[in-house]
DNA sequence: ATAATACACGAACAATTGTTCTGTGTCAAT
DNA sequence: ATTGACACAGAACAATTGTTCGTGTATTAT
């Protein structure tokens, strides 16, 4: 067999619905699983379900967790009501394993970056991206979590290339060894650098290490914006 | 509890019928067995059973065999006909609750009852009869029952008319009360009588309370050859 | 070529669920 | 007082049924 790719009905979900609505109408009740497989020359319980978990997934039916015979053919009217409802619980299920994280803007050699202000959840993100909170380290707080989208080629030095997403926690302030992401008044410039204080200066270390540090005299002039967590880089291949 | 004698809807009834509705609006199927039995606090899968099964004589309901959740509330216009069918169905069902008995033979004043056998099995019956058990009691034996036809009016005085068969068990003794095919040795005939025994004589008294009875002082000259169990009478309208 | 995705089977499993059997208590009639 | 019909509980059983897992194959994308 094999029909369908990606989306839309295919005949097999087409013959499953059109059994639905008739073991229905001549019994009163909702067939088994087997017995739509009987009908639709399926020998697997499992495929089945399989149709049936996308029929709910696109909102034509609704079934009960565990319950024989509890398959609902849902009316048009109903239906995206029921797709709404599904996709945010299935969103609701996963909201422990996938937290999303605002994009809040581009960020620029030559420009400060956009303020993220203190209550993130009132800000309006471009985008967000989802990160697995399985690569987070554990007590991260996804609250003070953002994402910057890196804008040229300026920020080669902290190996971070065009377009990649710079995902930050904010903070005024760093420990020695942080990644953070600062603005600096007297070069007017925002970079990614590793953070050292030394005994009257801060030292800002490239993660390329042929290159060289640049020195920070005035501690004022330099202002943190956020530490680093995660860089993504969604690598495509170019086509030849 | 403890409610419903004999016919009619219960409490009981009204509530299941209820809950089945109000479920199946709900849910869009029928609840298990289980499901109505908690909401009536009913502890017992089998009394629900029960309760369903007098419904579905009733015809309000109407569910199929080892199906679950396959009850059906009927409306009041399939109600009739389910009903009958029903009785069709349940009539063909209890085959093992018609008995066919075997008639044996005519019985006639003047002549001696054609013996039965000990073992009634293995007499050749002229034809049989087929009653219900349920017009019997409970505790009758099929085996012990043996029908005959009445020939001729001389049992009038036992309300028994021409053509009457006569339904009887096995017996050679009787209490009080009961009503016996005898034959009588002093006068060479075959009656049916209330059966008394008093104090030196045995009283036999016929059916028709404007009639007689018989006294026999000998107690050897009367044999006993069963109990009437029952008479029936097919009343054949005659054409004018 | 390789990986990822979609489609498919089958079997084993665990729940749910309908059926049946045994026993108990009550009520009405004999 | 005994019997029989009725109302009920509980458990054990067997069938039905939903779920899941391992495996395999084809198709598509990289």
Redesign the interface.
């Known amino acids: 067999m094999m029909a369908r790719r990606s989306q839309g009905l295919s005949e097999r979900h087409r013959k499953i619905l059109d059994f639905l609505t008739r073991f229905q109408e001549e019994?009163?009740?909702?067939p088994s699983i087997r017995e739509i497989g009987d009908s639709i020359n399926v020998k697997s319980t499992s495929l089945v379900d399989y149709y049936l978990n996308q029929l709910e997934q696109m909102g034509f039916i609704s079934r009960?967790n565990r319950?024989?015979?509890?398959?609902?053919v849902l009316e048009p009217a109903e239906r995206l009501l029921n797709r709404a409802v599904n996709t945010v619980r299935q969103a609701g299920r996963q909201l422990d394993d996938i937290i999303p994280i605002p994009v809040l803007g581009r960020i620029v050699a030559s420009e400060p970056i956009p303020v993220p202000p203190s209550d993130l959840a009132y800000f309006d993100p471009d985008y967000s991206v989802e990160i697995a909170r399985s690569l987070l380290p554990t007590r991260e707080r996804p609250e003070d979590l953002f994402a910057l989208e890196v804008q040229g080629d300026s920020m080669i030095d902290a190996m971070v290339n065009d377009g990649d997403t710079v995902i930050l926690r904010r903070a005024q302030e760093a420990n020695n060894g942080d990644m953070v992401a600062v603005w600096l008044d007297d070069r007017d410039e925002t970079t990614l650098k590793y953070f050292y204080k030394e005994k009257d200066r801060v030292r800002l270390q490239p993660a390329n290490p042929t290159m060289g540090p640049i020195y920070v005299e005035n501690p004022a002039s330099l202002r943190i914006m956020g530490k680093v967590v995660m860089v993504i880089r969604q690598v495509k291949s170019v086509a030849a």
Do not use: K, L
């Open positions: 019994n009163g009740y909702s009960d319950v024989s015979r509890s398959i609902r």
